[in-house]
């Protein structure tokens, strides 16, 4: 500093040095600064200086190791009063210059840098004659930052901690000499350190004011978050003396803000999710990705899906993991107790009785895991679990996550559940509109087509008969119209059947004779390759049943044997008689039995084929040779019997079906065969009404061969306009066909009973019913019916079986 300068800045105080340091008492004599400047030597000179001299302020340096600084400002502090001390040393040890603030002096003048000498020089001296009373005011600052809510702290110039409030002190619970200079820095974790140095060393160097956040270790051993403030502090002439700062407890705001933060990032993760359940993704990825999602949001170390085991329901399989080691083999997993948890969520402090898979914790060191139900609805079908290494504390946040994903995963569940009973009721309503398909179809063609049927059959067994006069090398040719049109005839019986179009007319029936009568045909309808093995009942035989429908079985059996053997083989047919007493694998009533049974040595059938082989219009044959309803149609005859169909089948072992009829008693079976024995012939007088020209010749024909006087009427209009014209007419019979325009057969007989005959006996011949009412009202009057095509033989059985019935009156509409 200049001449002018130091002259312009004389100091009326007295300052008492004591130093033995001569180039020191030399450069504040040069300075000009000091003209009062009192030098003595000792403490005892000191006393004596302080006594009578009355000096301003004391500077110190120290005299020797035993009277250092810090000793030397402990001695005469007590005796200062108010005046300042002020340490000067060449060092600038941060330790030095906090000891010696600790001790007492007011202030710490460095000499090591020398150009910094004359201006920290002149700064003390002006604080002297501004009469800053500086130790009061370090009280009163000290005594403000104690009582202050925040966590003071203040650094010197190098950077060093000189000063802590009491609220610091408490919150850390760590002594003030601990804490001074860096030591504070051991309450930082070691992770937060270096990158607090570094931010506070950056903001230091350039003298800038700073915010940090980092966590302090509380006296609890609790880390704390802590947001500190710190600013450069000048004094009045712009000398930087260090930094002056406060912190803030903020852990409640910061855990809150990162809950939030938490919650975002987690709902969002969820939602992600939640679209990619709902997306093109198999129940299997969805569960995979469950367990990759658990594990990243809740920071676990391992996840599984456990579900039960389907062959034993006490076993638990893990099927998708994450995180778990490469060839990680799991033990046996029981499910214990937890299969019974409900919706309950399962802790492993709470639960490790019935944590799901705990047999493997010990091999993946688990220390805490947490796990929910998977239900699809119904039961409760495995679990979701999270498994970690460290000792943790699930929250209801945990939980919250991990419930939404085992939410997500059983609502996919369901909808799988839902999809497919949807799938079925599909399936169902399909299949109902085929049957319904099925009904409109053999109501549209069944009318017209057994009647042409009809007239082709009935002329085929005349012609038949003749041609065994005339020339019997031609009943080959006839015998094969015969058989196409019982081909034929059987189509349409099953069409009939099937939509429940048919009036069943049960009769008594001995198996032996059914199957005696069709033997013939059915070795016709094998190839040559093939042999008939048929084996009867030495007794009868007798169920009751209609007999054209159990043709029709036995007929439909043979067939598809025939076709399950293209090459050759054996088709056996048994009858067998069956006495059931209690319970049994067929699971049928106990009583009496007639068992038949059709085997053929074919290619028999795998487990996929057996399981759909009752099911209407499911077949293995070629398209245009297998309709798909011949052995729905047999199911529903023999159900309709009260009876039972089961089979047998392998794959090149051939296939065996066993029917089983209820068995009639033979005293009961006696009296319904001996009255079928009478004569077919007769002289009454008939009354035939029908729509279609061809039944109608062929009708009266077979009937007039047979001795009957017969009338022939073109349709109900033309029977009603004859009964108007001729009302004294009398017949024994009438014949009519069911379906007619303008008025059925049903109530033509009604009409013709109410107004013209009244004991006229009704007879019924149709080759379709139509609605479900007319084919209720035959079943229910018990009315003779005769099912077209019909035979020669059928036709005059029935017309002889109705003229030796009593006459049945049908009830007015109304």
């Given at each position: 500093m200049s001449n002018t300068q130091v002259d312009s800045l004389p100091s009326p105080h007295r300052i008492a040095l004591l130093t033995t340091d001569n180039a020191l008492i030399g450069r504040l004599q040069a300075s000009g600064l000091v003209p009062n400047l009192i030098v003595v030597s000792s403490v005892a000179a000191m006393d004596t200086a302080i006594q009578t001299l009355k000096p301003d302020a004391i500077f110190l340096t120290a005299l020797s190791?035993?009277?250092?600084?810090?000793?030397?400002?402990?001695?005469?502090?007590?005796?200062?009063?108010?005046?300042?001390?002020?340490?000067?040393?060449?060092?600038?040890?941060?330790?030095?210059?906090?000891?010696?603030?600790r001790c007492g002096a007011d202030d710490f003048f460095s000499l090591r840098d020398p150009s910094q000498f004359?201006?920290?020089?002149?700064?003390?001296?002006?604080?002297?004659?501004?009469?800053?009373?500086?130790?009061?005011?370090?009280?009163?600052?000290?005594?403000?930052?104690?009582?202050?809510?925040?966590?003071?702290?203040?650094?010197?110039?190098?950077?060093s901690f000189i000063h802590f409030n009491r609220p610091w002190l408490e919150f850390t619970g760590r002594s003030f000499d601990t804490e001074i200079n860096h030591g504070w820095f051991q309450g930082l974790p070691a992770e937060d350190r270096d990158r607090f140095r570094k931010a506070f060393g950056d903001c230091f160097q350039k003298r800038d004011p700073f915010r940090l956040d980092f966590r302090l270790?509380?006296?609890?051993g609790l880390y704390r978050w802590i947001t500190c403030q710190g600013i450069p502090h000048y004094e009045e002439d712009g000398v930087f003396t260090g930094y002056i700062g406060s912190g803030l407890d903020v852990s409640d705001q910061h855990e809150a803000e990162t809950l939030l933060a938490y919650r975002a990032i987690t709902?969002?993760?969820?939602?992600?999710?939640?679209?990619?359940?709902l997306s093109q993704h198999t129940i299997q990825e969805i569960k995979?990705?469950?367990t990759r999602l658990l594990c990243d949001t809740l920071q676990l170390d391992y996840s599984e899906v456990l579900l039960f085991d389907p062959m034993d329901s006490d076993q638990l399989v893990p099927m998708f993991t994450s995180g778990l080691p490469n060839g990680f083999q799991h033990g046996p997993m029981t499910a214990g107790e937890a299969r019974i948890s409900g919706d309950n969520h399962l802790r492993l402090d709470d639960d490790a009785g019935i944590f799901p898979g705990r047999e493997n914790h010990a091999a993946l060191n688990v220390r805490s895991a947490l796990a929910a139900p998977i239900n699809n609805g119904v039961r409760i079908v495995g679990f979701l679990t999270g498994l970690s290494t460290e000792q943790r504390s699930f929250g209801r946040e945990a939980f919250d996550v991990l419930q939404a994903l085992v939410t997500t995963i059983s609502t996919v569940h369901q909808r799988n559940l839902a999809e497919l009973a949807l799938q079925e009721s599909e399936t169902k309503l399909l299949q109902s509109q085929k049957m319904e398909a099925v009904g409109q179809l053999a109501g549209g063609v069944a009318h017209d087509f057994n009647n042409l049927l009809t007239a082709v059959r009935c002329y085929g067994d005349m012609l038949h008969d003749e041609l065994t006069e005339i020339a019997p090398q031609l009943k080959a040719r006839t015998s094969e119209i015969l058989k196409a049109t019982a081909r034929a005839s059987s189509l349409t019986r099953q069409l009939l059947a099937f939509s429940r179009k048919q009036v069943l007319q049960p009769e008594v029936l001995d198996m032996n004779g059914v199957i005696a009568d069709l033997r013939d045909l059915v070795r016709s309808l094998l190839s040559e390759n093939v042999t008939l093995d048929v084996t009867f009942l030495p007794e009868d035989s007798c169920f009751e049943a209609d007999r054209n429908q159990i043709d029709q079985v036995v007929l439909n059996l043979c067939l598809n044997a025939r076709d399950a053997m293209p090459q050759n083989g054996v088709l056996s047919l048994i009858i067998q008689g069956l006495e059931v007493t209690g319970a049994n694998t067929h699971q049928l009533a106990p009583g009496n039995y007639v068992q038949l049974t059709v085997r053929d040595t074919g290619?028999?059938?795998?487990?996929?084929?057996?399981?759909?082989l009752f099911q209407p219009f499911f077949t293995t044959k070629p398209v245009g040779r297998g309709t798909g309803l011949g052995l729905a149609t047999c199911a529903v005859i023999v159900k309709n019997c009260n009876g039972f169909i089961t089979f047998e089948s392998a794959p090149g072992k051939g296939t065996s079906f066993h029917l089983f009829l209820p068995r009639i008693d033979s005293a009961r079976a006696q009296f319904f065969l001996e009255s079928e024995q009478y004569t077919l012939t007769g002289k009454e007088r008939l009354l035939i009404v029908e729509d279609d020209e061809a039944i109608r010749h062929i009708t009266q024909a077979i009937l007039e061969s047979l001795g009957y006087k017969v009338t022939?009427?073109?349709?109900?209009?033309?029977?009603?306009?004859?009964?108007?014209?001729?009302?004294?007419?009398?017949?024994?019979?009438l014949l009519s066909d069911v379906i007619m325009p303008e008025?059925?057969?049903?109530?033509?007989?009604r009409h013709i009973q109410a107004h013209f005959q009244p004991g006229l006996r009704p007879m019924f011949m149709s080759g379709y019913l139509g609605d479900t009412a007319t084919v209720q009202a035959v079943a229910d009057y018990n009315l003779p019916f005769l099912e077209k095509p019909f035979t020669m033989d059928s036709l005059a059985r029935k017309v002889r079986e109705t003229l030796d019935s009593p006459p049945v009156s049908l009830p007015l509409e109304g």
């Open positions: 190791d035993s009277e250092s600084l810090t000793y030397l400002i402990r001695t005469l502090h007590p005796r200062l009063s108010r005046r300042r001390i002020v340490a000067l040393s060449h060092s600038d040890d941060s330790e030095d210059v906090v000891a010696c603030l004359l201006l920290r020089l002149e700064r003390i001296l002006n604080n002297l004659r501004s009469g800053t009373p500086r130790r009061s005011m370090d009280t009163r600052f000290k005594t403000l930052a104690d009582s202050a809510p925040a966590l003071v702290w203040i650094t010197d110039e190098t950077g270790r509380r006296h609890d709902q969002a993760a969820l939602a992600g999710f939640g679209r990619y359940a995979q990705e469950a290619i028999g059938m795998d487990a996929t084929v057996k399981s759909q022939v009427l073109n349709g109900s209009v033309e029977a009603l306009k004859f009964y108007q014209d001729n009302p004294d007419s009398v017949f024994d019979l008025m059925n057969g049903l109530e033509l007989a």
